[in-house]
């Protein structure tokens, strides 16, 4: 726990998060700023800054990640239309909250390459 960080805030509780499902390894929560019908953030409860700071012990977390995110999707009921998931690394990749997290957005058509 960072208590400089909102990610570890909001799963400490100490700030309000809009959550979808919680178990022991991470929370989800609904973006406060939506980029899509559906934008959900997968975050880990350790805090770690950013994928660069995954090592092979975190393997299993990573992959957890994901599959809640799929999972997710499907509750929300965009798993057949399709859906974006994105980890961006870094400011220079938007990466703008220093806690790991799984961008999980769907509901409406989207291009490529991202900007
Ligand atoms: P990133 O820019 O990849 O680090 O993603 C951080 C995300 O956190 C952005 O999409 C923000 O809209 C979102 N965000 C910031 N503050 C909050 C908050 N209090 N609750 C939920 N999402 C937030
Ligand atoms: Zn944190």
Request: hydrophobic letters at 40%.
């Amino acid at each position: 726990m960072s208590e400089s960080c909102l990610f570890c805030r909001i799963i400490a509780g100490d700030v309000p998060g809009d959550m979808l499902h919680q178990d022991e390894v991470c929370v989800v929560l609904r973006d406060i700023n939506p980029q899509a019908p559906s934008h959900v953030l997968v975050v880990p409860r350790e805090h770690m800054e950013s994928l660069n700071e995954a090592s092979h012990r975190d393997e299993a977390l990573l992959g957890h990640l994901l599959r809640v995110g799929a999972r997710i999707a499907n509750d929300e009921g965009y798993a057949e239309d399709g859906y974006r998931t994105i980890i961006n690394t870094g400011a220079g990749a938007g990466q703008s909250v220093f806690h790991l997290h799984l961008h999980v957005l769907g509901g409406r058509p989207m291009s490529w390459p991202p900007g």
